[in-house]
C-alpha cells in the first residue's frame, strides 16, 4: 500500500580528473506516498558514484572517441550514484521509524477496541436513506460519507478523510447544516475510515453484516459526484459481480459514480446498505464499472458494533 518514486534533482559528472578518476555526484528527491497520494516522508540525498579508477585509464582514452563507451560508461556511473543513494534512503532512522510505525498501525487494527454504536433500524424509503449520506470536505477536495448512527459516526473512504492530523474535515448535512468532524480511525489497505461529528438526533443507515448481494439485483448509489453542490445525488443500477483484487472483496456495480462518490452510499432497493463506494474504472470507453467495499468489512476493518 506504499509507493516510492524519485526524482533526480541534479546530476554532475566530474570527468577524468587527474589520477584517471570519473565520479558522478547525484542529488535525488525520494518520496514515499501512501496508495492515495498522501504523503509519508520526502527526503533528499546527496550521493556520489564509486570512482572510476586510473587501471581503467585506457577505457577513459577510449571514450573521448567513442559515443557509445563514454554514455556506457556515464550509465555505469549514474546507476552507481543512484544505488548509493536508495541505500542512503533505506539506512535512514527517521524512514525506518515511519515505515515500522505505519506497520505497526496496520497491525493493530485487528486488536482495537470495538466500538458499540446506537441502534439503528433501516431507513425506510429514498429520502430518509438521502438524509443519512453526506459530503465531505478537506482541502480543495470532497467525497461523500455515511452516517451510521444517530449521534454523528459516519463511514468514508480513507482518501477521502485522510488521517485527520494536519487536515480540517468539514461534513455537510443533507439540509445544508455544517459540521466540523474528527477522524476516529482509519484502515488505509481497505480504504476505509470512521469519523465523528458532535450531534445527535441523526438519519442512518446500518450496514448489513451478513449481507450477501445477488448478481443483477437492484441498488442505489449515493453521494455527491464531481462537485459539492450535487450532494445527495442517487443512481441506480445493478450488482454486475462480486470481485475479488489483492486478498480482497469487491462489490461490482453499473450505477452510475464519479469522483466525489467515494465514501458514499450502496443500497439495496429495500434500504439495506451493503456496500461504501471507493472507486470505479477509469477510460475513454469505460462506463458503468463502479467497485464498493462490503458492509461487512465495515465492520470487521473499523471494529465497529451494534449495541
Known sequence: SLRLSAVIERIELKEYVEGGYAIMELRTN??????????????????????LNARLGYIAYLASTSSSLLNYIENSLFEDALEQSMINLLTDEDFLKKLQGRLADLESIGQREVILLPSASLASGLNNQRAACVTIKRKAMHGSGCVISSDGYIV???HVSGDGV???LTVEMNDGTTHT??????DPVYDLALIKISTTGLNALRPEKSYRPTIGE????????????????ITRG???????????????????????NSGGALVTHDGKLIGIVSSKAFGSVVEGVGFAVPAKDVFQRLNIDYK
Open 181 to 186: 468532524a474528527s477522524v476516529v480511525r482509519t
Open 30 to 51: 525520494w518520496k514515499v506516498n501512501d496508495y492515495f497520494g498522501g504523503t509519508i516522508m520526502e527526503q533528499a540525498y546527496k550521493s556520489e558514484s564509486n570512482p
Open 156 to 158: 468514508t473512504n480513507y
Open 218 to 233: 437492484k441498488v442505489f448509489a449515493i453521494g455527491t459526484p464531481a462537485d459539492a453542490a450535487l450532494g445527495q445525488t
Open 166 to 168: 494536519s487536515d480540517t
Open 238 to 260: 445493478v450488482v454486475s459481480a462480486v470481485r475479488s483484487a489483492n486478498g480482497r472483496e469487491y462489490i461490482q456495480t453499473d450505477a452510475n459514480v464519479s469522483p466525489g
